[in-house]
């Protein structure tokens, strides 16, 4: 059977801290984030760089952010939705957060 349920996977091997991932071209600009790892979980998504020079950047990420970070929490994991209308954002997001998971190994 697939039971695409939340499988729980042990993330205990997260060491804390705060991890910065790479900066991924999310086509109109860049996007970064810094990931906070607290009890061996994800507990914060902070955006460090985003598209900004565009005013529709501005508003789609604007929309995105708050949902990919919450995503990420929920789901403890880098695999998150794709944002419907922020196709790029979601990608950039996906990548970054999981190099900032990567070393947190």
Do not use: C
Not at 65 to 76: D, G, T
């Amino acid at each position: 059977s697939n039971t695409s349920s939340f499988v729980s996977t042990s993330n205990s091997h997260w060491r804390d801290g705060q991890y910065p991932g790479a900066v991924a071209d999310a086509f109109y600009g860049n996007i970064q984030v810094k990931a906070t790892i607290s009890g061996g979980k994800i507990t914060d998504v902070v955006f460090l760089d985003y598209p900004h020079d565009r005013p529709t950047s501005v508003r789609i990420n604007q929309e995105a952010m708050p949902f990919l970070k919450e995503e990420a929490i929920q789901a403890q994991s880098a695999q998150v939705d794709i944002v419907s209308g922020a196709t790029q954002t979601s990608e950039a997001f996906r990548e970054s957060l999981q190099s900032a998971l990567d070393q947190t190994k």
